[in-house]
T-cell receptor, first 112, second 114 residues
Framework: GQQVMQIPQYQHVQEGEDFTTYCNSS?????IQWYKQRPGGHPVFLIQ?????EVKKQKRLTFQFGEAKKNSSLHITATQTTDVGTYFC????????????FGQGTTLQVKP | DVKVTQSSRYLVKRTGEKVFLECVQD?????MFWYRQDPGLGLRLIYF???????EKGDIPEGYSVSREKKERFSLILESASTNQTSMYLC?????????????FGNGTRLTVT
């Protein structure tokens, strides 16, 4: 079945350093969504990417969707302590059953 | 703003008990979902529903059932709780539009089965 792998599982950075998490699917995706879960909170939708090679930015966050629509990345420039949390990618298969398959998540710790 | 409310934040049950987890959303969303979240495994889909009285199995439905008698309410039932069902349970809802709509999650129920 469809699988979505996300790496790394954990990342510790010094405040001000950059951070990247990567998401890879075993099959072609129709779209990919990114969510952020703060410690003790629930996942909150950040963004959706649909087109091959798409790049979207939200302030210091840059999201990319691969040309083959099988991988994606989230890059944070100059991390801040408010960036702490777990970032999940979630891919929807090209068959479009309506189900999202979540990656395992990357937990980001930022040292002030 | 969409609100998804889960009835309990923390729950402790004994092995063999029947457990009901309730979820209510207030935005007239057609789709509702139940996920469980475990460290290192991400969110795994248990069951989902596209309409009242309709349900479909997700990736890990064994040991669970669901009920959707009203559009705003989606219940997850553990028929006979087991220790391996100790987990964080997250309910979510979304609109039907194009299957591309984002999920809105509740705050989660942390279930411990002893």
């Amino acid at each position: 079945g469809q699988q979505v792998m996300q790496i790394p599982q954990y990342q510790h950075v010094q405040e001000g350093e950059d951070f990247t998490t990567y998401c890879n699917s075993s099959t072609t995706l129709s779209n990919i969504q990114w969510y952020k879960q703060r410690p003790g909170g629930h996942p909150v939708f950040l963004i959706q990417l649909v087109k091959s090679g798409e790049v979207k930015k939200q302030k210091r966050l840059t999201f990319q969707f691969g040309e083959a629509k099988k991988n994606s990345s989230l890059h944070i420039t100059a991390t801040q302590t408010t960036d702490v949390g777990t970032y999940f990618c979630a891919g929807r298969g090209s068959g479009n059953t309506g189900k999202l398959i979540f990656g395992q998540g990357t937990t980001l710790q930022v040292k002030p | 703003d969409v609100k998804v409310t889960q009835s309990s934040r923390y729950l402790v049950k004994r092995t063999g008990e029947k457990v009901f987890l309730e979820c209510v959303q207030d935005m007239d969303h057609e789709n509702m979902f139940w996920y469980r979240q475990d460290p290192g495994l991400g969110l795994r889909l248990i069951y989902f529903s596209y309409d009242v009285k309709m349900k479909e199995k997700g990736d890990i439905p064994e040991g669970y059932s669901v009920s959707r008698e009203k559009k705003e309410r989606f219940s997850l039932i553990l028929e006979s709780a087991s220790t391996n069902q100790t987990s964080m349970y997250l309910c979510a809802s979304s609109t039907r539009t194009g299957f591309n709509s984002p999920l809105h999650f509740g705050n989660g129920t942390r279930l411990t089965v002893t």
